[in-house]
């Protein structure tokens, strides 16, 4: 008979010990640094294996004849694998290198075919990334925006959605995970619901893909973005996910060098994918980072990550709800590690300021999401947000931080 597996806990200290900023101060405060869902801190392997590229081989990628663009070449394309594999894309042509999450939706509702009259089915939850680029397609083709509600943890009403979505339905675009209320989207029944009526989807998964597994195949994505930076990686890189059919019909983005297949005086003809979207020098050794991150998270037990992120989320949820004077925002069981909240009379960026005196960094603002804002009542929210490399004990100072700025601002 087999022995029962024992899942250990996750080591925090191993993993701090990783990320060399996390041991300074501010202002003469230890660092409780809880604005992830922004962008993640960088483990020293993402930042040597990017000094490594430039110290040892670089050059320009593509093309070159010479042994340090081989190389280089090598070392870029290798990180495409490592997307390919970390998201379960079924091949690296389906696999495309942009700047963020923000520039792969832009590429994707740049090159559809729209027209006047045609709709984009969104969520009032959405981030600006995923809301004001099928804007442009308003302004510009006249595409109508058709607003999905949600109830007050985020979920959203699948049946509503299956009534939005009607013949002039051209794509259905919803985050994975909220970055304001942590709430998680049923992916796999969303795409469901819209290939029943033949609607292609696209996800958002600049949150989703640091908390969870994620299988673009399983999900049934046709598009799937998220960025590096909140993944323990580099900014100026992210990835761009589509079936390779789709992509091969979508009209580019951006025109310039590596993206073009033939190029005359009077025509030119474009790459095959995923080149055809990666115009000019892309992020190269922003692109190794990215690899690099990828490579560390799955070093670590991502079990273990994903229990002391819910441990995190739960005491702190726990502890602001003994606060009468505190307003959660969002209360999904099952939501990510993110916490928004509201001070009673106080304004959030008053109380993130006398955070930060005492060490305590989070978010404050609209968080990008405005319509959310509205469907919430308010104009802007206070958010904390988790890493593996939070301790609980950081739950409880935040919590201490709370009462002081409550007395300063009453």
């Not at 999904?332 to 060490?359: C, M, N, T, W, Y």
Request: include cysteine; glycine fraction near 8%.
């Amino acid at each position: 008979m087999n022995a029962p597996l024992i899942r250990r806990p996750l080591d925090v200290d191993a993993v701090r010990a990783q990320f060399a900023i996390l041991g300074r101060s501010v202002n003469d405060r230890a660092l409780v640094y809880l604005d992830n869902a922004a962008s993640a801190q960088k483990p020293e392997a993402v930042i040597e294996a990017m000094a490594a590229q430039m110290r040892g081989a670089y050059a320009n990628v593509h093309r070159g004849l010479h042994t340090l663009a081989n190389e280089t070449t090598e070392a870029f394309e290798a990180a495409r694998g490592k997307v390919a594999r970390f998201i379960n894309a079924p091949s690296t042509d389906s696999i495309i290198f942009t700047k963020g999450g923000t520039h792969a939706i832009n590429i994707v509702a740049a090159g559809l075919d729209v027209k006047a009259g045609d709709e984009i089915v969104l969520s009032v939850m959405e981030h600006h990334s995923n809301i004001v680029p099928w804007h442009f397609l308003r302004e510009r083709k006249g595409a109508v925006l058709k607003w999905l509600d949600i109830d007050d943890d985020g979920a959203i009403d699948l049946n509503a959605l299956d009534a939005l979505i009607g013949p002039r339905t051209k794509i259905v675009a919803i985050t994975h995970m909220s970055n304001v209320l942590g709430a998680k989207t049923s992916a796999r029944e969303i795409a469901r619901i819209a290939h029943a009526k033949g609607v292609k989807v696209l996800f958002d998964g600049c949150q989703a893909t640091v908390h969870d597994h994620v299988d673009v195949q399983a999900i049934g994505a046709d598009f799937y973005a998220f960025t590096g930076h909140k993944l323990y990686g580099p900014t100026g890189v992210g990835v761009l996910y589509g079936k390779r059919d789709l992509l091969a019909a979508m009209a580019p983005f951006e025109g310039g060098g590596e993206m073009i297949d033939l190029v005359e005086r009077e025509r030119v003809t474009y790459n095959e994918p995923p080149h055809r979207f990666e115009a000019g020098t892309p992020p190269i050794i922003e692109a190794v980072g990215l690899g690099a991150a990828i490579d560390w998270l799955e070093s670590q037990d991502r079990a273990a990550i994903a229990a002391h992120e819910a441990a995190l989320r739960d005491r702190a949820m726990s502890a602001l709800r003994e606060l009468n004077w505190v307003k959660l925002h969002g209360a999904a069981a099952d939501k990510g590690a993110i916490v928004a909240f509201s001070v009673e009379g106080a304004h959030p960026h008053d109380v993130a300021q006398i955070l930060d005196r005492q060490g305590v960094a989070i978010r404050a603002g609209h968080h990008c999401a405005q319509p959310l804002m509205q469907r919430l009542g308010v104009t802007a929210t206070a958010r904390a947000s988790f890493a593996c490399y939070n301790r609980l004990e950081e739950v409880d100072a935040l919590v201490e931080a709370l009462h002081k700025a409550r007395k300063l601002l009453s």
